[in-house]
């Protein structure tokens, strides 16, 4: 799939506030820090269109960007604020909550993780209650640039290892650098083969 255009809608922090449409929603999430509104920019080629970590707020809510004016992709609110208090976790939480679990034009949840690290508990726990939920979800292994391609391969190997230990079916994935633009080809025709399914 090309991208002809991509927008910014709105940004939300209440869930029940979202868009009435009846559009595919494709959704992307993923501990702070982890490459997710770069990884957004590099998708959709508009270099500003995701705020990165460094805007204080914009990570807290969740924002709508229309593309090709048929699909949303879904910037949710970053987990694993340590940092940000127990209140502020808890209201995070429910708005992740009531958007995975409620939002019915939620068609694939792609959850980012690094590639560079081992699986991180609060990742594997959250995958876990997607699979529980029957959530449908992809994963993305962020960051490619930052080691080698045998370096990449050893850890999603390792990764997905894990999985297999907790699951019959595994998720798809994928590999992303918004460095290299590695992974957008990939991520996008996954998109349009729901779309067009
Ligand atoms: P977010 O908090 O998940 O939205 O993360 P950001 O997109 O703001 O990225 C966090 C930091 O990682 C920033 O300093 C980015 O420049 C850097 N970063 C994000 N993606 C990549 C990538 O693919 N390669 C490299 N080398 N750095 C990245």
Redesign the pocket.
């Given at each position: 799939m090309e991208i002809t255009s991509a927008e910014f809608v709105v940004s939300n922090s209440r869930a029940d506030m979202c868009p009435q449409t009846n559009l595919p929603e494709y959704a992307f999430i993923?501990?702070?820090?982890?490459?997710?509104?770069?990884?957004i920019?590099?998708l959709t080629k508009q270099p500003k269109l995701?705020m990165?970590?460094?805007t204080p707020g914009k990570?807290l809510l969740i924002n709508h960007f229309l593309v090709n004016k048929e699909w949303y992709l879904v910037d949710l609110p970053?987990y694993g604020y340590a940092q940000r208090g127990k209140k502020m976790m808890d209201k995070i939480q429910k708005l992740i909550e009531y958007y995975v679990l409620e939002r019915e034009q939620m068609t694939c949840l792609f959850v980012?993780v690094d590639s560079r690290l081992e699986p991180q508990k609060i990742d594997l726990e959250f995958m876990e209650w997607l699979g529980e939920n029957g959530v449908p979800f992809a994963i993305i292994f962020?960051?490619?640039?930052?080691q080698s391609s045998g370096k990449t391969k050893f850890n999603v190997n390792r990764y997905m290892e894990v999985l297999k230990e907790q699951w019959e079916e595994l998720p798809p994935y994928f590999i992303?650098?918004?460095?290299?633009k590695t992974g957008r080809k990939e991520i996008l025709d996954y998109i349009e083969s729901i779309n067009n399914s």
């Open positions: 993923g501990r702070s820090n982890v490459g997710k509104s770069s990884l920019n590099m995701a990165t970590s460094a990570t970053g980012l962020t960051k490619s640039d930052k992303s650098s918004s460095e290299k």
